[in-house]
C-alpha cells in the first residue's frame, strides 16, 4: 500500500521560511518524478515543483526562485525548501507522484499558513 507523509508546515510570517518533507513507503521511489503539490481554499489542487528521476527539477512561475525541491532516495524522501513566503503560499501542500499515478491515494499533507 502506497502512503505518503507530509509534516513541517506551520504558520509563518510573510518572508519566512519553511522546509517540507515528505516520505513515502510502498512504492520504488526512486522509479517516480515527484512533486509538491498544494491546494489553497477554495481553489483547486496545483502542483507547483517536481524533481525528475535524474534529479532535474522544475517549478511554476509563482515559486520559482523562492522554493526549491530535492529528493533523497536511500530515505525515500522528497524536500520542499520555501523562502520569501507570500500570503498567497497559504496553502494545504502534499505530495505525489508526477503524473500521478492511477490507485495512489493522496495524503493528509500539511498546512503552510503565511500571515502576520
Known amino acids: 500500500q502506497v502512503q505518503f507523509v507530509e509534516s513541517g508546515g506551520g504558520l509563518v510570517q510573510p518572508g519566512g521560511s519553511l522546509t517540507l518533507s515528505c516520505a513515502a513507503s510502498?512504492?520504488?521511489?526512486?522509479?517516480?518524478?515527484m512533486g509538491w503539490y498544494r491546494q489553497a481554499p477554495g481553489k483547486q489542487r496545483e502542483l507547483v515543483a517536481w524533481?525528475?528521476?535524474?534529479?532535474?527539477?522544475a517549478y511554476v512561475d509563482s515559486v520559482q526562485g523562492r522554493f526549491t525541491i530535492s529528493r533523497h532516495n536511500d530515505k525515500n524522501t522528497v524536500y520542499l525548501q520555501m523562502t520569501r513566503l507570500k500570503a498567497e503560499d497559504t496553502a494545504v501542500y502534499y505530495c505525489?507522484?508526477?503524473?500521478?499515478?492511477?490507485?495512489?491515494?493522496w495524503g493528509q499533507g500539511t498546512q503552510v499558513t503565511v500571515s502576520s
Open positions: 510502498g512504492i520504488i521511489f526512486r522509479s517516480y518524478a
Open positions: 505525489n507522484t508526477v503524473p500521478v499515478t492511477s490507485g495512489i491515494t
Open positions: 524533481v525528475r528521476i535524474g534529479g532535474g527539477t
